[in-house]
């Protein structure tokens, strides 16, 4: 096994480890303990049992099979450090979103800093992956692309979502991964603008207004008709619901396609630049 594997594995999905230590904290109420009387009988100190608690601090297996015991909760703690994923794959900010964007009936999705994830090939997802600051490490890196790649499944449902894109031109200028990686990422784009159900628009460089400058965002129509809006930021999300701020942006949205190339001409650049590679 290599150093990089066992690093990886050594790591705990940090959502799972705020619900056991949810999961400790229920049931030591319920047993009638504080955390600083559970702390003496381990003798492992009222802080311990607080960070575990508030998921900062790994439970062990030996120490929850000891709580499980004492607790009389049937190996409940110790069958949930057993199970517990190894690692994040998606952000908890950001799988609410991801749960609405399987069921979304129609997707509008405006990019500005890449290629709009529904619409990113392997290798350009990977080359993405590798550019982020901290770096991951390949494993990590590879389980992040197939989570990827699968989303895109959702625009091949028997009845997939109407789906728009805008992206502004800049984003299609830099070339991640390679000329091997633009050139694919290109064509990809190029296949994709023609499906049926599916608009394809570029936002020109050099225009003297622009609608998107404060930010790439998504716009969703769950089943139910409901109206949600999406953005991101270096470290967190916002998913909106509230009929103003979705309509705020749903009038941006509107003026960018406006502002863009409509889907013919949009083909017609991703063939300049397909030739200018």
Known sequence: MSTTTRSRRSRR?????????????????????????LGEIFVVGEQ???????GRRPLKPDLAEQL???????????????????????????????????????ISWYESLLVPGLLQT?????????SRVPVYDEDEIEQFVAARIERRQILHRKVPPTASFV???????????GREVYVEQLRHL??????????????PLGRTSHAGLE????????????????????????????PDEVGILTQKYAMLRTQALNTEDTRDLLDRLLGEA
């Not at 015991?69 to 110790?78: M, N, R, S, V």
Request: charged share 25%; with cysteine.
């Open 48 to 54: 311990q049992i607080a960070s575990i608690e508030q």
């Open 13 to 37: 999905n940090a959502s799972a480890m705020k619900m056991v230590g949810a999961l400790l904290a229920l049931f030591r109420e319920a047993a009638g303990h504080t955390q600083r009387s």
């Open 68 to 106: 499980d015991q004492l607790l009389d909760t049937k190996g409940a703690l110790a069958a949930a450090l057993a199970e517990m994923p190894e690692v994040d794959l998606v952000p908890l900010w950001a799988e609410e979103y991801l749960d609405r964007e399987r069921e979304a009936i129609a």
């Open 122 to 130: 392997e290798a350009y997802a990977r080359a993405v992956f590798r």
């Open 167 to 177: 992206i502004w031109e800049a984003a299609l200028r830099d070339r991640l991964g």
């Open 215 to 242: 930010g790439p965002f998504i716009l969703l129509e769950t089943p139910d008709h409901q109206r949600l809006a999406y953005s991101e930021t270096q470290r967190g999300s916002t998913l909106v619901a509230a």
């Open 190 to 203: 190029h296949e994709y603008g023609c499906l049926p159900g599916i608009a394809l628009q570029v936002l």
